[in-house]
C-alpha cells in the first residue's frame, strides 16, 4: 500500500481546520417587533464561517421567534420579511468607523464577521515566540439585530432565499476558478450531482461531502523547486501545456495565473480585488507583505521595523504573519467559495 501524498495530507488537515472553526453569534429581536423585550427575545449560536444567514433562519426561528412571539404573532410574521443588522456594543470606546448595517444573505458569516472586527481600531493580537505560527486574534462576538418587517431592498441586495444564496456561492466558485486559470473549465466540468454536493456540504456541515469538489478545483500548495526558474510572474495556464517549461506543477497554486483574493478596509470602503500571481517578479514565492506593501502601502511603509505597526491582517479569525505565502494560504484557508478573504484592521495605538 503506497503512503499518501504529504502535500495533500497536510493540505487537507489546514483546510479541515479551517471548515471547523465558527463565529458566536448573538441575536435578539428588535425594539418595536413583537416579543422584543421579554425573557426570551435573544439566541446565542456558534455559526460556521462558510454557512450563510439563510441556513440558519429554521434555527433561528424555532430556538427564538417561536418562544417570543404568541400564535397569532407566530402565523402574522413572515420569513421573507425578515432582516438582520449588526448591533453597536455599549462597552466599546468612540472612534471606530461606520458598521455594515443590513447584512447580506448572500455573505458567508466569514465576511459579516470580518467587517465587524475591523470597524474599529484593535490592539495587536498577542504574538507567539514562533513567528510561523497562526496567532488567534482577539475573541469577539458578533451581535446581530432581528427585524421581522420592512427589509430594506436596496441595501440587502439579494432576498432571503436558499436557492438565491447558493446560486450566489457557485458564481463566486466560477469567479475563483476564472482568476486561478483564466477560464473555468474545472467547475463547468463538473456534474450537476458533484456542485450539489459542494453546496449540501455547506449546508449539512460535511466537510467529506463539500472536499470532493475542493480536491477537484482547489489547487495544491506545491512550492516549486529551489533553484527553479520562474521567469513570468503572471503564468496563464498549467506548466504542463506551457512552452515555457515552467518546473511548477500542474495542479499547484503556485502554477495558476492569480489568487483568488480580496482585501476589506474599514468603513465600508471598496474591496481591494487586483491580479497578485502567487511567484514575483524575482522568481519568488509572493508573501502577504508583499501585497500589502504594494496596495496599501500608508498602512503597511517599507521602512518600518515592525510591518503592523499601523494596521494588521486577519483572516479565518485569526492573525497572518507577515511572511506567509499567498499561495498557500489561497489553497489552505480560502473560504468554500474558493476565495481568500483578509480584513485590514487598524492597530490601536
Not at 425573557?39 to 418562544?67: H, S
Not at 463566486?172 to 473549465?185: G, H, L, M, S, Y
Not at 502601502?297 to 505597526?309: A, E, N, T, V
Request: net charge negative; aromatic share 8%.
Amino acid at each position: 500500500m503506497s503512503n499518501p501524498n504529504p502535500v495533500h495530507s497536510s493540505t487537507n488537515l489546514f483546510r479541515r481546520l479551517s471548515w471547523q472553526t465558527s463565529v458566536s453569534i448573538s441575536i435578539r429581536i428588535a425594539d418595536g417587533e413583537p416579543g422584543a423585550g421579554i425573557g426570551a427575545d435573544k439566541y446565542f449560536i456558534q455559526a460556521p464561517r462558510y454557512t450563510y444567514l439563510p441556513l440558519l433562519i429554521p434555527g433561528i426561528r424555532e430556538n427564538l421567534v417561536e418562544l417570543a412571539l404568541d400564535d397569532r404573532q407566530l402565523q402574522e410574521t413572515d420569513e421573507k420579511e425578515w432582516w438582520f443588522e449588526e448591533e453597536e456594543d455599549d462597552d466599546e470606546q468612540p472612534g471606530g468607523f461606520a458598521r455594515q448595517g443590513a447584512c447580506r444573505w448572500h455573505w458567508p458569516i466569514d465576511l459579516l464577521s470580518i467587517h465587524s472586527y475591523i470597524s474599529r481600531p484593535r490592539p495587536l493580537p498577542s504574538s507567539s515566540s514562533s513567528s510561523s505560527t497562526m496567532i488567534p486574534a482577539e475573541p469577539k462576538q458578533l451581535k446581530l439585530i432581528l427585524h421581522l418587517s420592512k427589509p430594506p431592498v436596496d441595501r440587502l441586495l439579494m432576498p432571503n432565499n436558499i436557492d438565491t444564496c447558493k446560486t450566489q456561492w457557485l458564481n463566486q466558485v466560477k469567479e475563483a476558478d476564472f482568476v486561478r486559470w483564466r477560464n473555468t473549465n474545472k467547475v463547468t466540468g463538473l456534474r450537476k450531482v458533484e456542485l450539489d454536493n459542494g453546496w449540501d456540504g455547506i449546508v449539512q456541515d460535511d466537510y467529506d461531502l463539500y472536499a470532493r469538489i475542493a480536491s477537484r478545483i482547489l489547487p495544491l500548495p506545491i512550492a516549486p523547486a529551489v533553484g527553479s526558474n520562474m521567469t513570468s510572474p503572471n503564468p496563464s495556464r498549467p506548466p504542463s501545456t506551457d512552452p515555457s517549461g515552467s518546473t511548477v506543477k500542474a495542479e499547484s497554486a503556485y502554477s495558476t495565473r492569480a489568487i483568488p483574493i480580496k482585501l476589506y478596509l474599514p468603513d465600508n470602503a471598496p474591496v481591494i480585488q487586483e491580479v497578485i500571481p502567487p511567484i514575483g517578479s524575482d522568481g519568488k514565492p509572493t508573501t502577504l507583505l508583499s501585497i500589502l506593501r504594494q496596495h496599501l502601502h500608508l498602512l503597511f511603509p517599507s521602512r518600518s521595523k515592525d510591518p503592523y505597526s499601523l494596521a494588521f491582517p486577519i483572516a479565518q479569525g485569526i492573525l497572518i504573519p507577515e511572511q506567509s505565502e499567498v499561495a498557500w494560504l489561497a489553497a489552505c484557508m480560502c473560504g468554500a467559495d474558493g476565495w481568500l478573504r483578509i480584513g485590514i484592521c487598524l492597530r490601536a495605538q
